[in-house]
C-alpha cells in the first residue's frame, strides 16, 4: 500500500461505535471517548455497554447457539461464510490496517502484515478446518461401539487486548465460530474501531445474526459483566496477569466457566558467543523488543548476553536502536510507533525509573520523545546491569525497555533465562546444534526461536506456561478449547 492511499483514509471521519447485539448497531448504556495515541486527540466514542447490555448479547449468543442457525448448519456452509469472510477482510485491509492503528498506534508496515493479513489467513484456515476433523471410534471390545464426538463448548466469551486487536481477536474468534459456537467479544476500550469493523464485515459475510455480538466499553465493567455471565461456557482472554486473576475469581463466583489466559512474558533473548552472525544477532535483539514499541506479547524483552561478547553486542545494539525511526504509526518508514496511551507511557517511564534507581544504566532512551505531537512516544530504551531481583528483569513493561545481563557460561545462561514468572517466549542464538537444543530442552516457555526472533504462522501454536497462562492459540490445537468431548456408548 501507498504513503497516499494511507494519508487518505488516515482522516477519514470515524463514526461513533456502536454494539452489536442480534445482529443490530445499538447505543450501550453509556459511551467511552477514544483518544488517538498518534496525536492525543478525541477520535470519536464508543459505546459502554452495562451489564444490562453485556446480559442482552450473552442471552443473544446463547439463543443463535440453541436454535442452531450457526451450531447445527452443515460444516461446508460455515466453512463457506468464513471464507467469504477473509475475502471480505482482505478486500477492506488497508482500511481496516489504518483504522486499527488511529486508535492503537501500531506502526502501519506491521499493522498490514500482522492485523488485516494474518487475520484473514487465520479465518482461511479454521474455515478449511472445518469440515476436514473428524471424531473417533474407541477401541473397545466388540460387543460395545465407542463413538467421540466432539460438540461445540456453546457461547464463548473473548476479552481481547489493544495491541494487536485484529489478530488476537481472530485467534479466539475463527476457531470459536468454526466449531459451531456462538461469541461475545470485547474489545480493548483503546483498540474496538478495527474490530468492530470486523464485525460489521462478518455480518456482510453471512455470519447468522446473534452469533457474533461485540460489547465495547471499560474492562471493569463491560469486561467484568461479560466474565461473571452464566450465560458463558468458556472465557479466552489475551492481556495483563492482574486481569487474569480476576477473571478466575469472576468465574469462581459465577458458573465455574473454563478460563483460557494468555497473561505475556518477560521473554529472554539468550546471545552466546559463538551465534553465527553477532551482527545479525543484534539488529534481531532490537526489532524483538521494539517493534510496536514493545508492544508484543511475546516480545524479547530480557537480553541475556554471554559476557566476553557483552560490549560488543551492547554497542552494535544500541547502535541498531538509534537508528530505528520512532513516530507517527501512520507513516510507511516508522519502525516504531506510539505507545497505546498517556498510562502505558508513563508506566513505562516509571520502570525506567525504577531500573536507575536499583543500579541499572541507561545506554540510550528513558524519554518520552515527540511530545509535542500531543501523542504518545518513547524512545526506544536499554538498560545494562539489569539483576534478577530487578524489578525490570521480573515485571513485564509492555513498552520499549530492553533489560540487559551478561552471564558466564551456558548453565548460568539457563537459570537466568528460567529466573521467571513467565513461559511464553524465548531466544537463542548459537552455532552449537547440541547446545541449541539443550536450551530448548531446558527454557520453559510456550515457544523457543533459534537464531532468529518471533517468527510465527497459524499452523503452530502459541501456548503459555508458567504464569504467562494457559490453553494455546493458532494451530488445530486452540480447537481443543472450543469444544467438548462426549462419549456415546452403543450396546451392540
Ligand atoms: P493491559 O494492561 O494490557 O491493558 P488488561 O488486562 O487491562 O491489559 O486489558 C486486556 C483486556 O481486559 C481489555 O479488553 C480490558 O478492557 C479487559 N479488562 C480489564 N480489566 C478487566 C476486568 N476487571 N474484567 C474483565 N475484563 C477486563
Known sequence: ????????????????????????????????????????????????????????????????????R??????????????????????????L???????????????????????????????????????????????????????????????????FPLMIGAWKIAPALATGNSVVLKPAETASLSLLRLAALALEAGVPPGVFNVVTGPGRVTGEALALSPDVDVLVFTGSGATGRRLLQYSAQSNLKRCYLEL??????????????LSTAAKAAATAIFRNAGQVCVAGSRLLVEASVHDRFVDELATATRKMAVGNPLK???????????????????????????????????ERVLQETGG????????????????LYREEVFGPVLAV????????????????????????????????HRMIRGIRSGVVHV????????????????????GADKSLHALEKYTDLKTAWIQL
Open 405 to 436: 545481563t551478561p552471564f558466564t557460561d551456558e548453565a548460568e545462561a539457563l537459570r537466568l533465562a528460567n529466573s521467571s514468572d513467565f513461559g511464553l517466549a524465548a531466544g537463542v542464538w548459537t552455532a552449537n546444534l547440541s547446545r541449541a
Open 264 to 277: 505475556g512474558g518477560k521473554s529472554p533473548n539468550v546471545v552466546f558467543a559463538d551465534a553465527p552472525d
Open 332 to 366: 510507511l518508514e516508522t519502525q516504531v510507533g506510539a505507545v497505546n496511551s498517556l498510562t502505558q507511557l508513563e508506566g513505562n517511564l516509571g520502570f525506567v525509573t525504577d531500573a536507575t534507581r536499583e543500579g541499572g544504566e541507561i545506554v540510550t532512551g528513558g
Open 97 to 163: 490496517a489504518v483504522l486499527g492503528v488511529r486508535d492503537n498506534g501500531t506502526e502501519i508496515s506491521m499493522a498490514l502484515k500482522a492485523e488485516p493479513g494474518s487475520t484473514a489467513a487465520t479465518f482461511r484456515y479454521y474455515a478449511e478446518a472445518i469440515d476436514k476433523i473428524y471424531g473417533e471410534i474407541a477401541p473397545t471390545p466388540s460387543i460395545v461401539l465407542a463413538l467421540i464426538h466432539r460438540e461445540p463448548v456453546g457461547v464463548v466469551g473473548a476479552i481481547v487486548p489493544w495491541n
Open 376 to 391: 504518545y512516544y518513547m524512545d526506544p530504551t536499554i538498560v545494562t546491569g539489569v539483576r534478577p531481583e530487578h524489578r
Open 1 to 68: 500500500m501507498d504513503q497516499a492511499t494511507i494519508d487518505r483514509l488516515a482522516v477519514a471521519p470515524v463514526a461513533p461505535g456502536k454494539l452489536l447485539i442480534e445482529g443490530h448497531w445499538l447505543e450501550g448504556a453509556g459511551e467511552t471517548p477514544v483518544l488517538s495515541p498518534i496525536d492525543g486527540r478525541q477520535l470519536t466514542t464508543i459505546a459502554a455497554a452495562d451489564a444490562a447490555d453485556v446480559a442482552r448479547a450473552c442471552a443473544s449468543a446463547r439463543a443463535a447457539f440453541e436454535d442452531g
Open 451 to 470: 537464531n532468529t526472533y518471533g517468527g510465527a504462522d497459524v499452523t503452530v501454536p502459541l501456548a503459555g506456561t508458567k504464569q504467562s497462562g494457559n
Open 70 to 95: 450457526w451450531s447445527r448448519m452443515a460444516p461446508a456452509a460455515r466453512k463457506a461464510v468464513m471464507h467469504r469472510l477473509a475475502d471480505l477482510i482482505e478486500r477492506n485491509a488497508a482500511e
